[in-house]
């Protein structure tokens, strides 16, 4: 496989880290320290159409490549993993399924208003007791006449405060375990829709967390995403391409570590000479260099097979896997790199390792990961 | 409106180095960008374009791969790019490429001409003066910012100059030189990038273009680049904090001591 980029990508490439570059490395430590979300940022990332790389042109995006959508992702979480994740969910987790499973009707509604980033996406699944066992679902949606009226509550939700349309699972036929899970479309302002409480975290900081609370929400029935039971399925397809996004979004973090820490390491001296001087920096930096080259080709192969419409599952699961572990082991030896200094937030690196830890555990945790890996291993028979 | 915006590519020189041996630079891995005054002039366009839907035809002489920043100029959102590219061309100074670009210019119809201030590679502010002179259009060097009125036959336009800033009205057509300083350049939109490498690209060779072939290229450069070298770095100034009338007994005495009077 090759993994040249072509010229669309050379030049996309320009673009995004100039972007990064200029308009998000800036504010990176400020919305981190103020857990602010950074809506100034997506408003400009809106503006060159970034919140719709990869939607077709005829649902009004920009027509790109996954691959594209991918190196957004990555140069975004190089200097701020929480302006990566805000596009990974968007991007990955609402418009997608809505792209993939939306009628022609739901897509028109709500594709070219997603892409152009007038509206923000959000998906919502993960319950208090339904995490990795997310057949667990217990919010619940009844049919009522013309409508679908929606109970329960949901946690952890990415983009929540800030989200304008929320993809969400919700059991519609208990009976049925999995196959009576169904997925919904739910705008904001919904009556009975509220956002509860906002979680305060360890990193990705700006990223707006939140609870999604349903009492007796009523929704037209032609919000229904996909058939009735499909919400399972939509679910775990969705996440398969998520953790594309999220792997992209570690690989982006370490990346990100491994810049701050090669050039601190030249200015940093120690016994007369800068620490990169010293064969134990070169030869720990080397092994991290590599790991996340590794991780990049995981990505960047997961990516363009789903570009290309090839099974994709394990490779993201590899991807996401390897990319999150990685980021883990560069950030922290970036800070152990800067010493004192790293420890403190005077440097970005003590921000990255925080912002790296979150990889390994959302949109399934490393643990899932194994699991989707060897089931490709060992298939049922 | 019909907007031409003359475009050039240079060697990030924030990237570059001098071979303090031959005193040429040193191009091998340096990036190769828009140079950022004539992107300030690629944004005034746009934004006419965005305000009055203007057609952009952007141009640039150079070797082939000059290519990329045309491109970059159709992610940006120019509608049409021209590329004069011809061996006729090589060496040329900045005489040569302004009879280059008006030779084309001339067979392009055209209400504005806006190139950028100058370029950071050779800093000589030279080329967009010189090709106004000879289309013989009127012309407004380091202009800051431009107002137009829809139907209006002039531009209102600001100037920078050493003590200020001038307001000046200028007929159209004419010719602009601008600073980068003047609009923040829009990013390449995602859209265009996608379809840039689609589009046309008109690659016109000397014999395209109405001009004299004896002003082109090195036969038509008077201009020759005797010695390139760096300039040694000046040590740190000293900060004397004293009234004026010590100053000047200072400023005086340093100068008496140095024999300058």
Not at chain 2, 121 to 129: F, K, M, R
């Amino acid at each position: 496989m090759d993994f040249g980029f072509n010229k669309t990508e050379e030049l996309f490439k320009q673009m995004i880290c100039e972007f990064a570059t200029r308009e998000v490395k800036s504010l990176a430590a400020e919305i981190d320290e103020e857990e602010r979300f950074p809506e100034e940022t997506v408003k400009k990332m809106a503006e060159t159409g970034l919140m719709g790389i990869s939607v077709p042109v005829a649902y009004g995006g920009a027509g790109g490549s996954h691959l594209m959508y991918i190196m957004a992702v990555e140069e975004l979480s190089r200097v701020c993993g929480t302006t990566g994740v805000i596009l990974s969910a968007h991007t990955s987790l609402c418009v997608e399924p809505i792209l993939q499973f939306g009628n022609e009707t739901q897509k028109m509604k709500y594709l070219p208003k997603l892409a152009s980033g007038e509206w923000l996406g959000a998906f919502g699944l993960t319950e208090p007791n339904a995490g990795t066992d997310a057949a667990g679902q217990q919010t619940y949606a009844v049919e009522n006449g013309d409508s679908w009226v929606l109970n329960g509550t949901k946690i952890f939700i990415t983009n929540a405060n800030y989200a304008d349309v929320f993809v969400v699972m919700a059991m519609t036929d208990k009976s049925q375990g999995t196959r009576g899970i169904s997925a919904f479309i739910v705008e904001a302002g919904t009556p009975g829709f509220s956002i509860g409480k906002k979680e305060k975290k360890m990193g990705i900081r700006g990223s707006a967390t939140a609870e999604l609370i349903f009492e007796n929400c009523r929704i037209p029935k032609e919000n229904l995403l996909g058939k009735p039971g499909a919400g399972f399925k939509i679910a775990m397809i969705t996440l398969d391409g998520g953790r594309i996004g999220i792997a992209a979004q570690a690989l982006g973090i370490a990346q990100g570590a491994m810049d701050e820490t090669i050039r601190y390491t030249q200015e940093r001296k120690q016994f007369g000479k800068p620490i990169s001087a010293f064969q134990n920096t070169q030869f720990q930096m080397a092994g991290l260099e590599t790991k996340v080259q590794a991780a990049r080709l995981l990505v960047y192969s997961a990516s363009v097979r789903k570009g290309l419409g090839l099974p994709y599952a394990k490779d993201a699961a590899m991807a996401k896997l390897f990319a999150s572990e990685t980021a883990m082991e560069v950030t922290t030896k970036a800070v152990q790199f800067h010493g004192g200094y790293g420890y403190t937030r005077e440097y970005p690196v003590e921000r990255m390792m925080r912002d790296a830890k979150i990889t390994e555990i959302y949109e399934g945790t490393s643990e899932v990961q194994k699991m989707v890996i060897a089931a490709s291993l060992y298939p049922k028979k | 409106m019909k907007i031409i915006v003359c475009i050039k590519q240079v060697p990030d020189t924030t990237e570059i180095k001098i071979d303090p041996v031959t005193g040429t630079l040193i191009r091998e891995g340096v990036p190769s960008i828009m140079n950022p005054d004539d992107k300030g002039g690629l944004e005034l366009a746009l934004r006419l374009k965005d305000e009055f839907g203007a057609h952009v035809t952007v141009i640039t002489m150079g070797p082939p791969q000059a290519e990329a920043i045309l491109r970059e100029a159709y992610a940006m959102g120019a509608d049409r790019a021209i590329l004069l590219t011809d061996r006729k061309f090589a060496g040329a100074d900045t005489l040569a490429t302004s009879h280059a670009l008006s030779g084309a210019l001339r067979t392009l119809e055209y209400d504005l001409i806006i190139a950028g201030r100058q370029a950071i590679d050779g800093d000589t502010a030279q080329v967009g003066p010189q090709t106004a002179e000879h289309l013989d259009l009127p012309q407004v060097s380091y202009v800051e910012e431009v107002h137009y009125r829809e139907g209006d036959r002039f531009l209102r336009v600001r100037k920078q100059t050493e003590e200020g800033y001038q307001i000046l009205e200028v007929a159209l057509p004419c010719m602009l030189t601008v600073l980068a300083s003047a609009s923040k350049a829009r990013y390449m939109r995602v859209r265009g990038i996608v379809e840039a490498y689609g589009r046309e690209m008109e690659i016109w060779t000397a014999d395209k273009i109405d001009v004299d072939e004896s002003k082109l290229g090195l036969k038509g450069s008077p201009t020759w680049v005797n010695k390139a070298f760096t300039r040694g770095v000046k040590p740190a100034g000293t900060v004397h904090e004293v009234t004026p009338e010590e100053a000047v007994d200072l400023i005086v005495g340093k100068l008496k001591e140095k024999f300058i009077i």
